[in-house]
């Protein structure tokens, strides 16, 4: 098993050292499943929700929330993103709303983080603009789909 590189030696955080690291271009994708009652879908899909657009808010929410990553998450380098885009795709048939993010960016550590942020702010922004009407949506399986870049290569999940 290898060991956590956000650990020195003492088991004690500390933000990993990136400066002998050769800048290349890194893109990471992710996704999550914001589950609601049918009734919900449809006024999203509808344009009916009474605070306004649902997917245009998630979706500039879902950038901003990639931008300031380094913000939320402690140890994570901040990043001059290239690229951050958001994709909603309905599921009728399980009554829920895929979130997909993607990130780029040319430089010296991966965008995992900034995509997987993009994804989960995405969702709470969809659950913020219709809880007045589905108090029990849900987020499930927010996970790394992709990553391409840098010395590990490419990651697919399975």
Do not use: W
């Not at 657009?53 to 990553?69: H, L, P, Q, S």
């Not at 040319?106 to 709470?124: F, I, Q, S, Y």
């Amino acid at each position: 098993m290898s060991t956590l590189s956000h650990l020195n030696d003492r088991g004690e955080a500390r933000m990993v050292d990136v400066s002998e690291k050769a800048v290349t271009s890194r893109t990471a994708i992710a996704e999550g499943l914001v589950s609601m009652s049918p009734a919900t879908l449809d006024m999203i899909l509808d344009g009916t929700a009474p605070k306004g657009d649902v997917i245009a808010t998630a979706r500039i929410a879902g950038i901003m929330g990639a931008k300031k990553t380094a913000e939320l998450i402690p140890l994570c380098h901040p990043l001059p993103l290239t690229q951050v885009t958001l994709n909603f795709t309905p599921l009728r048939e399980d009554s829920c709303i895929r979130v997909e993010a993607t990130a780029r960016v040319d430089g010296k550590t991966g965008v995992e983080m900034e995509a997987l942020t993009a994804v989960t702010v995405a969702c709470l922004t969809l659950y913020d603009m219709c809880k007045a009407v589905d108090r029990a949506m849900s987020f499930s399986s927010i996970r790394l789909i992709e990553k391409t870049g840098g010395r590990t290569g490419v990651y697919r999940g399975a």
